[in-house]
């Protein structure tokens, strides 16, 4: 269920994205609030089905497989390149990668195996080695939040059966992922020789004085403080049956749909929004 809200959300977003020089400033922003609820939300249905799916090979190979189909999709169809712009799958993919590295080091730990150890830290470093060389959506940090989210889920996992407990866990997801995007930030700014407390400051400014600061500056800061709300839809995904073909099949393809729109929206698309 919670993937059908993602992609209610995507829908969503892309309207706003495709039509920005004819729909309305407002909604517009609002777009891109929902939109950056997805990838969180597609991130934790990861997490989740790395430990129900029956063999995580076959998930993993599924979902590079589709993320190679539409990728030559869009290279036709879009013209685009296709070492350039990779789809969230790949990100998605590389993730299921690197939490298998991650659990075959625990459990070399455990039974004090080199082995698994070094096959898990070789996972590990290849799935970020990859995602840095391609640079799907969302890059690095969307496997940062893939690994957090499946630490949490470990150590803290949502139960429906514990409503005091689902309250407070839930927003600690929502902290967590709120402030690994503004290291993120930090470490964007600091890569670009400026201030990381700069947008700290600039933030609050930009939600509530929008007249005097940047567009893009607005869309970042707007997505930031609406991406740690995706947390709320986490339970509804709790206890899910086993989805049939179909769905299960649609929503890959939809998801690939899904981008890192502060970085697809194209300059047009700014000008046109500023001029609303």
Known sequence: MIKWFAAFFMTLNHIGVIFAGTVSRKY????????ALVFPIFAYSVVLGFYRTRSRF???????????????????LLD?????????????????????????????????????IIDGILLFALSIYYVHLLKPDHGVWGLA?????????????????EPKKLIGRTAVYGAAIFLLRLLLVAVTFY??????????????????????????????SVRRLAMCSAALFFPFQIRERKPNDFSKYFLYILSTASCDD???LSDR????VLNL
């Open 145 to 161: 939040l893939i690994f957090v989210l499946h630490l949490l889920n470990k150590q803290l996992p949502l139960s429906v059966s």
């Open 269 to 272: 698309c700014r000008t046109n």
């Open 28 to 35: 517009w922003l609002f777009s891109q609030m929902i939109g």
């Open 80 to 116: 685009l390149k296709v070492v350039g712009y990779m789809g969230v799958l790949f990100t998605l993919g590389f993730g299921i990668l690197m939490l298998m590295g991650y659990e075959y080091v625990v459990e070399g730990i455990k039974g004090k195996d080199f082995a698994p």
């Open 58 to 76: 076959k998930y993993l190979n599924r979902m590079l497989i589709f993320g190679f189909l539409t990728q030559m999709s869009f290279k036709f």
């Open 262 to 264: 502060s970085s697809c």
């Open 191 to 220: 890569k670009r020789d400026k201030n990381p407390g700069e947008m700290m400051v600039l933030m609050p400014i930009a939600i509530f004085g929008s007249q005097y600061v940047s567009t893009s500056l607005i869309i970042d």
